[in-house]
Each structure stands twice: as C-alpha cells, then as structure tokens.
C-alpha cells in the first residue's frame, strides 16, 4: 500500500518538476507596421517555441519565415530582403525569472513582473526591459502576455537597409523604422 500511494504522489508532483513548454497554437506574437505615415498593420509570426526550465531560464524562438502580413508578395520580401531568412532564420529572446513567482501562483491568479532579457535579430543583440502577466491557467498551463509593447528600431538590429528596399519594392514615401511587438504566450507542464 505504501508503494502505491508513494506513486501515486510521484505522478502528481512531476508536473511541477518538468519544464514549461509553449503551445504554438495557443499562442500569438503580433508586430506593428506604420507606412506612408498613417496606414498602420497588425502581422504576425505563426511559428514559436519556448521553454521555462526549472531554474526559471526563458527561451524564445521566433521562425521568422512564418512572417504573416496577409499578403504572400509582402510575406515573401520581408523574408528575403528584410529579414534576410536565408541568413538569419530565426529569432530569439532569453532571460530569467524567479520561478518562485510562477510556483506561488494559485489557479486563476495573476501576478505582473517586470523582466530583463535579451533579443537577438539580425546578427545583432540588443538589452530590453519589459513588463509581462503571468496567469495561471491551471495546474499545468499558463498565459505570459506583453503589458506594454516593446518597440523594436530598425537601426538596432541592421534592418534599415531592408526597411528602405521594401519601401523602394513598395513604391511607398515611408515606412516606419520603429516596430511595436505584443505577445500572448500560452506555457504547458
């Protein structure tokens, strides 16, 4: 009897012994563009992975062939000519939080921290520091979601010449070298 309810305890703590991992399809990773001044678009990309470790590392990969503009000529030239996918195929964010944070929280609540990390885009890496929620889902599932945006700028990330030839592809008189990013990420144990 003793093997059996030791068992039965082990099956129902190795949840929270397991790393976190995301949902792609539970989960959204939009970006802002502004063009001709005013005409503004939501996009996204459709292929995420990340992982939470036990130790509270965050990863992040963005497969940025998986741009979604809504338009396939758009999706194409921001592949190549932006993005230089061929090159630079994805994109990453890491950092940590105190995974206490997320082992505290009760099903149905919520908690805000504030988190420092990396981004790295285009060859280059640039420090941000953001705002997120935490909500507990359920026992083994959680939503991260972006309070504020956070603005990514062209020049930090050697992305200017590829803003400038798809304004020149476009025939446009501008787009944006400042670019919004919001997320809702969906975490499973």
């Given at each position: 009897m003793?093997?059996?309810t ?7 703590t ?6 976190w991992q ?12 502004t063009?001709k001044?005013s005409a503004?678009?939501?996009h996204?990309f459709?292929?995420?992975?990340g992982t939470?470790s ?8 963005i ?5 979604e503009?809504n338009i ?8 190549k000519?932006l993005?230089e996918?061929n090159?630079f ?6 950092t940590?939080?105190?995974n ?5 929280l ?5 908690a805000?921290?504030?988190?420092t990390?990396?981004i ?12 997120v929620?935490?909500?507990k889902?359920?026992?083994?599932n ?6 504020k945006p956070i ?7 050697n992305?200017v010449a590829g803003?400038?030839?798809l304004?020149?592809l476009?025939?446009l ?6 670019v919004?990013?919001?997320?809702s990420?969906y975490f499973?144990?």
């Open positions: 003793r093997i059996f030791l068992i039965i305890g082990l099956l129902f190795l949840p929270s012994l397991a790393n995301l949902v792609n399809d539970k989960s959204q990773f939009n970006f802002v563009t063009k001044n503004t678009e939501v996204q459709t292929q995420l992975k939470i036990l130790k509270g590392k965050v990863n992040l990969t497969d940025l062939s998986s741009v503009t396939p000529i758009r999706n194409e030239r921001m592949q000519f993005f996918t090159l195929p994805k994109a990453s964010f890491t940590s939080i105190d206490q944070v997320i082992e505290k009760n099903v149905g609540e919520v805000y921290i504030e988190i990390g990396e790295a885009l285009h060859g280059a890496k640039k420090t941000v520091t953001t705002q929620q935490i909500i889902l359920g026992n083994n959680m939503m991260v979601n972006s309070l603005i990514i700028q062209a020049n930090d990330f992305l803003v400038e030839k304004k020149a476009a025939v008189p501008s787009i944006s070298n400042a919004p990013i919001s997320f990420l499973t144990q």
